[in-house]
């Protein structure tokens, strides 16, 4: 008889052990879960609130304008109205920034001034104003730490130019959840006083009041179980979320990673225009080279030309004065009569021959002015000419200049592709660690939701056991 008591006060012992230390496992994993999900919820929903009523109270696009932040036509610096609403209604931290500096907030320095004029922390600085995503974690604020959320503020153009930032600390969502602690606290201690009062029962009538007690434990372990299961599936869903995000953000790197060569082939085709445009400049320049010693040997055939013509004057000059000698020889011939006779006829000749000469020399001039006059249309036109090449020469130094900038602006794009390109790598190293994350809260969820499934085969054992 001794012996069963032994170990019915063994069993008992066991029992109430095993009782308190599930409920403890029970009190910290639900405190911890609710209080998490308390915090996430509190600040997305204030944050949320926060963006409603900047949109209902100013209407308009972000801009800056004189190094101030304006939404719509409203000044945002100084304009405390909403960030005080915010802390009236739900008690969180909330600021307006202009680039990294706050210019509107509820959150107090030490001496109780607000903190205008401060600047947020680097990594927040890194990640929304310069990445343009999300900050969402613990962060400092003027000293204290806090659950937190910064988004970019873009303008119309799609430039981030400043930041909304709401802040819950943690002790606020504690102080909320005293309630909820309290009312936890105790249900766990009548658990565990139930267990208590239900061992000491056992060991009076150990069948029925442990048979009805198991039973319970068999439907609390099945709402843990069932609990597990949810906590399991949810941590499932977010697992699978994630990483179909890394898949459209190893695509957005694949698209990102085609761009970058498009631009590469373009800044060597631009290369390749430039190099083609220098062989082309040298090519004109040489041509208005050959046209300016073209000019300069026309200008010599005009002054040859002009020499001709001076000498056919003065063979014009001779003809005239031969003619006129000749007509006074044969006057003379006709007054010595027939003894002159023979000279008249030379004489005759003499004035035919400066006739057909004089005849030839005007002949002669024209010809040459005419070649002058052909001469002076041609270096006319050659002049045209060259000032044609030499405007060419001058758009093919524009086209080149043109060309250098193309070149210029495609490796410049070139490098900002690479720099979102190493942008989107780091967010997929991210997600790819936060669908690990959640693969491993998942597989937690399934380690303690087989627990429960064998702790409640062990109390279906310990049923069958007490008959």
């Given amino acids: 008889m001794s012996m069963n008591l032994t170990m019915k006060h063994k069993l008992i012992l066991t029992f109430v052990s095993l009782l308190i230390a599930f409920g403890i496992a029970v009190y910290c994993f639900v405190n911890t879960q609710v209080t998490s ?3 996430d919820e509190k600040l997305a929903s204030d944050h949320a609130l926060g963006y409603e009523l900047l949109d209902q109270f100013y209407p308009g696009d972000w801009n800056v304008a004189e190094g101030k932040l304006y939404k719509g036509k409203q000044l945002i610096n100084g304009d405390t109205r909403l960030v005080d609403m915010i802390k009236e209604r739900t008690g969180s931290a909330a600021t307006i920034f202009l680039g990294d500096i706050r210019i509107a907030t509820n959150v107090l320095k030490p001496d109780g001034k607000r903190a205008v004029g401060t600047k947020v922390a680097s990594e927040v600085e890194e990640k929304v104003l310069k990445k343009g995503t999300d900050f969402i974690g613990k962060a400092v604020v003027v000293g204290k730490v806090c659950e937190t959320k910064y988004s970019p503020i873009k303008d119309k153009n799609g430039k981030t130019i400043g930041m909304w930032f709401v802040g819950v600390q943690k002790h606020y ?33 150990v069948t029925r009041p442990v048979n009805r007690i198991a039973q319970e434990l068999h439907s609390f372990v099945e709402e843990v179980a069932t609990a ?118 030379v004489a005759e000749e003499v004035r035919n021959l400066a006739t057909r000469s004089a005849d030839a020399a005007k002949n002669t001039s024209k010809l040459i002015a005419n070649t002058m ?18 405007d060419n020469v001058e758009i093919s130094v524009q ?9 210029t602006a495609s490796e410049e794009q070139a490098q900002g592709i690479a720099q979102i390109n190493h942008a989107v790598a780091a967010m997929d190293k991210a997600t790819q660690e936060a669908a690990a994350h959640a693969e491993e809260s998942a597989d937690a969820s399934k380690i303690l939701n087989q627990k429960a499934i064998e702790i409640q085969h062990h109390i279906n054992e310990l049923i069958s056991v007490l008959g």
């Fill in 399 to 407: 086209i080149a200049q043109i060309v250098d900038e193309i070149t």
């Fill in 228 to 345: 597990s299961g949810l906590v399991s599936s949810s941590s499932q869903n977010v697992a699978d979320g994630t990483a179909a995000q890394a898949s459209s953000l190893e695509e957005t790197s694949s698209s990102l990673e085609e761009m970058s060569s498009m631009t590469r082939n373009n800044s060597d085709h631009a290369k390749q225009a430039r190099a083609m445009m220098g062989k082309t400049q040298r090519i004109v320049e040489k041509v208005n080279s050959h046209m300016d010693e073209m000019t300069q040997a026309i200008n010599e055939i005009n002054k040859s030309s002009e020499e001709t013509g001076k000498i056919i004057k003065t063979i014009d000059e001779i003809a005239f004065q031969t003619n006129l000698l000749a007509l006074n020889a044969a006057v003379e011939a006709a007054r010595a009569g027939e003894a002159g006779a023979g000279f008249a006829v």
């Fill in 373 to 390: 006059q052909a001469v002076s249309n041609g270096n006319e036109l050659t002049k045209a000419t060259q000032e044609a090449f030499q």
């Fill in 173 to 205: 969502v504690e102080n909320k959840m005293t309630a909820f602690n309290t009312t936890l606290f105790f249900f766990t201690l009548i658990m565990v006083a139930i267990g208590i009062a239900i061992a000491i029962l056992l060991s009076i009538s």
């Fill in 37 to 39: 999900l308390m915090m």
